[in-house]
């Protein structure tokens, strides 16, 4: 009896998940999580549990939000800044955005060829939605940031991966021999995530050339321009009035003033592009938090003192963990030019123990408690994101455990 009572539940449960799985649209169904955020997930929850974990997978700054942007924040709540605001943004962020890119860009641009959304994601979004048509070829490099991918196809585009080898930099002729007459839009990121590494100044001025000839959009991302090591930033639509016309700027204040949790970014662009993004928006999320638009117009318009110190302590981080991973037998990687990730190889390591990165890291976060990204979450199987936006403590401890795990395990 009591077995064919569990037997019935069973169907009923089996019957159920069908039912509810057949309710999810196709598109959705297909979506895959972000594996960073899963990873993160998985490591706090460990955490909670008591385990030492070190979490060297994490994409944020570590440090907090500068004080005078909190001020700001606390300012507009007491002066009841806590309505709606403009879909596209307060006016004076958008001028202030628009200051930016005239002083530290070199690139005009009007508050009216502006849009500020829920941080960069949301506008990734929202510009793929704005330029995609149907079965619209996007070229992206990899390793790439799977998040673009998803967007893409739910966009209804068709990412076209563009394989990048060490030292990870995206030329043009890699472009080339991919742009077919279903190409619509080019996806740059500089510095990259997870390779760190920045596209050469020649060749971004043949990308932007490219671009022009063919008639294809360029979206760059460039959310982490500020943090760069004896490089300089160079924005694409700052080349030439042709590439401008032809660019949508993807930018935010996550990653330079550790604002990850306040969730503001930026687009800039020809004006119908940016139209198209906010009417899109004004039906999603309507405006961004009106006290974070007033804590980002404070990031962008105070001193900067804090990005640029932000911005030496990576450096130092890089050196630093650099100098352990170099003693460390059978990892290779190439030195980050931008970001705070290194994008290690484990391909000398394999026939050892394992066969894939993931298998590789998730056996380390159990044998040793160090959290890595495998590289398949970047599309890259092989190799595993560290990520130095932690603790010179965290840094030391995190690999040694790694050396540790490699010596006894692989």
């Known amino acids: 009896m009591y077995l064919s009572l569990l037997l019935y539940i069973a169907k009923w449960m089996a019957t159920g998940i069908i039912f509810l799985k057949n309710m ?34 994490i994409g944020e700054p570590d440090f907090e939000t500068p004080p005078n942007i909190k001020r700001a924040a606390i300012k507009a709540i007491r002066d009841g800044f806590t309505h709606y605001t403009e879909t596209a943004g307060i006016l004076e962020l958008r001028k202030e955005i628009a200051e930016k890119f005239e002083r530290e860009n070199h690139v005009l641009y009007d508050p009216s060829e502006i849009v500020v959304g829920c941080g960069s994601k949301h506008l990734l979004y929202s510009v793929f939605q704005v330029l995609c048509k ?43 021999k991919n742009v077919s007459s279903h190409t619509q839009i080019i996806l740059i990121n500089s510095p990259a995530n997870p390779t760190g590494a920045m596209i050469d100044d020649e060749e971004l001025d043949k990308i932007a050339h490219l671009a022009v000839k063919h008639k294809l959009w360029v979206v760059s991302d460039e959310i982490y321009e500020k943090i760069t090591y004896g490089k300089k930033h160079i924005s694409i639509a700052s080349l030439n009035k042709k590439i ?5 700027t993807i930018n935010g204040f996550s990653k330079a003033y550790a604002m990850t949790g306040w969730r503001v970014g930026y687009a800039a662009g020809p004006k119908e592009v ?44 890089s050196d630093f963990v650099l100098s352990l991973l170099c003693k460390i037998e059978g990892l290779s990687f190439v030195r980050p030019e931008g970001a705070f990730y290194f994008f290690v190889s484990l391909n000398q390591l394999f026939g050892k123990g394992f066969k894939t990165s993931r298998d590789w890291c998730e056996a380390l976060l159990g044998k040793e408690q160090v959290a890595v990204v495998p590289g398949e979450a970047f599309l890259y199987p092989g190799y595993f994101r560290l990520s130095f936006a932690c603790s010179l403590k965290d840094l030391s401890e995190g690999i040694v455990r790694i050396s540790r795990f490699v010596k006894k395990y692989v």
């Open 24 to 57: 999810i649209s196709f598109r959705i169904s297909q979506l895959s999580p972000s594996p960073t955020l899963v990873l993160d997930a998985k490591v706090k929850e460990m955490q909670r549990s008591g385990m030492p974990v070190i979490n060297l997978g």
């Open 134 to 176: 149907e079965r619209d070829e996007v070229l992206v490099p990899v390793p790439t940031w799977s998040t673009y991918i998803e967007q893409i196809k739910l966009a209804g585009g068709k990412p076209k991966l563009i394989k990048l080898f060490p030292p990870f930099k995206l030329t043009a002729k890699d472009i080339i």
């Open 244 to 248: 401008k016309e032809r660019i949508i």
């Open 274 to 317: 940016i139209s198209a993004m906010g009417s899109l928006q004004s039906q999603m999320t309507s405006n961004t938090s009106s006290i974070s638009q007033m804590a980002a117009l404070e990031a962008i318009s105070g001193k900067q003192d804090p990005v640029e110190k932000m911005r030496r302590e990576f450096w130092k981080r």
